[in-house]
């Protein structure tokens, strides 16, 4: 009886060395190897082979002959795939999302055109007479110094509208107000605001002309007036199309427009011949600095007026800019559109534009 449990204990003895001896071979780094892998089912595999689960059952030993467990070899962890870099994006992708990446969704403020305050501004020619009609009216005593204020965003309505990723819906809105801040004479007023409310339907292209990449179309319509009574009320409708391009920190921005004719009474029908038909815009970056040249005209022979803006900002403290404004010509504000004169403001820039 003995004997009999001494033999008992043989195949238990036998099983617990097997087990101790797979339990070396499969060491804490070669599970620790496994849990590094990525990918479910190759992890999963790589702890079956560890654990002895993969390996073939052995076949009866010969009496007599010996069998030398190898060690498992030790799992190499499958290293991650090399990050790509991040698609460095173009600052007219940024701005209408023209990428891919660049994509940030529908219902999102983003910048319009530029957003900035000056506090000084000034004028060699205020408007001081703006009036229209035949009532004389007396002059307005305006100074040659003041303030101006532009906010300027957009917020994308759709994306991938007529069931197409090249296009997408915005809604922009942008306000000017000139202040005479500076005025105690007539109690410090705002002269003058504008408001501008637009539709734009984006195409983005991809296309090169003279060295320069074809990156958008804008179909838009915009109402622009200044919300005034009688003789100082000003505003006008137009239909556009905005084409842009780019070249390295280089931006070249064409957009020809159409006037939509009033309806009813017309508060400023000449406004044309000095807003002249369309603008053109060039912008160049260097570093943090960004300088800017709008141009317009009425390409008139004979009684051409038009417009050039000069602006240019620069890095002042953390995200905030400085920013820089000359204008020369017709059309500073909406009621200055008949009106020609030079000026020039210094103060900051919260976000930039187009």
Request: charged share 20%; with cysteine; net charge negative.
């Amino acid at each position: 009886m003995k004997r009999k449990q001494t033999l008992g204990r043989i195949p238990l003895a036998l099983l617990c060395a097997g087990l101790l001896g797979h339990a070396q071979a499969a060491s804490m780094v070669d599970w620790e190897g496994c849990s590094s892998i990525p990918a479910d089912v190759d992890r999963l595999a790589c702890y079956d082979r560890v654990s002895g689960r993969s390996q073939p059952e052995a076949g009866p030993v010969p009496a007599g002959d010996t069998v030398a467990m190898e060690p498992a070899p030790s799992p190499v962890a499958a290293s991650p795939a090399p990050a790509e870099e991040p698609k460095l994006l173009s600052a007219l992708s940024r701005h209408w999302e023209l990428d891919d990446e660049a994509k940030q969704g529908a219902f999102l403020f983003r910048p319009h055109h530029p957003n900035y305050f000056l506090p000084v501004k000034y004028s060699n020619s205020p408007n001081n007479t703006p009036f229209r009609g035949e009532l004389t009216q007396p002059d307005l005593g305006l100074d040659p110094v003041e303030a101006e204020l532009q906010l300027s965003f957009k917020i994308k309505g759709m994306e991938g509208v007529f069931g197409h990723d090249d296009f997408d819906l915005w809604f922009g809105y942008t306000i000017t107000s000139f202040w005479q801040a500076y005025n105690n004479r007539i109690s410090s007023p705002f002269r003058e605001t504008s408001y501008e409310p637009e539709a734009i339907l984006t195409y983005r292209t991809n296309y090169e002309i003279a060295g320069f990449r074809g990156r958008f179309i804008n179909l838009g319509l915009v109402h622009q007036s200044n919300g005034r009574s009688e003789g100082l009320s000003r505003s006008w409708n137009r239909a556009y199309a905005q084409f842009g391009f780019e070249r390295d920190n280089l931006i070249l921005l064409f957009r020809p427009w159409y006037r939509i004719p009033e309806i009813n009474e017309d508060d400023n029908p000449d406004i044309e011949d000095y807003m002249g038909h369309g603008d053109v815009q060039v912008v160049y970056r260097k570093g943090r600095n960004a300088y800017s040249l709008l141009l317009r005209n009425n390409f008139k022979s004979t009684d051409n007026r038009g417009a050039v803006k000069l602006d240019w900002s620069f890095p002042l403290y953390g995200r905030l800019k400085g920013y820089v404004q000359y204008f020369n010509g017709y059309g500073e504000s909406l009621v200055d559109y008949n009106h020609s004169q030079q000026s020039l403001g210094v103060g900051v820039s919260l976000t930039e534009g187009m």
